[in-house]
């Protein structure tokens, strides 16, 4: 499992969220709608991977069948960038480690 594997499920994770919260479904439907439980809905809107074994094309699988059920194009929602919101794209690592902290080259 990689960085880019963490971002990927969270942002995908975030896009599902907002994509439900939009249509004002509630997890509780959307479970029983697509045959996924609530807690792996749950996981899948954190981006959680250690709840699918770290294993990104499970995540990506369920992430499918839960976009499905809210009837929306889990692809063309990643790659469209007016869809995700600012605060969801990713900084890069360095970022968020403090200049004193930082190896000098």
Do not use: W
């Not at 439907?29 to 294993?55: D, M, P, T, Y």
């Not at 499905?68 to 007016?82: E, G, H, I, R, T």
Request: aromatic content about 6%; some cysteine.
């Amino acid at each position: 499992m990689s960085l880019c594997d963490i971002r990927s499920a969270k942002q995908i994770g975030k896009l599902l969220r907002s994509s439900r919260e939009a249509q004002r479904a509630n997890l509780q439907h959307i479970s029983k709608q697509c045959g996924i439980s609530v807690a792996q809905l749950v996981h899948i809107e954190n981006g959680n991977l250690f709840a699918f074994e770290s294993n990104l094309e499970k995540i990506m699988s369920y992430s499918n069948v839960y976009a499905q059920a809210l009837n929306v194009d889990l692809n063309a929602m990643s790659q469209a960038p007016s869809i995700m919101p600012t605060r969801y794209v990713v900084a890069p690592v360095d970022s968020h480690i403090p200049p004193f902290l930082m190896k000098k080259s």
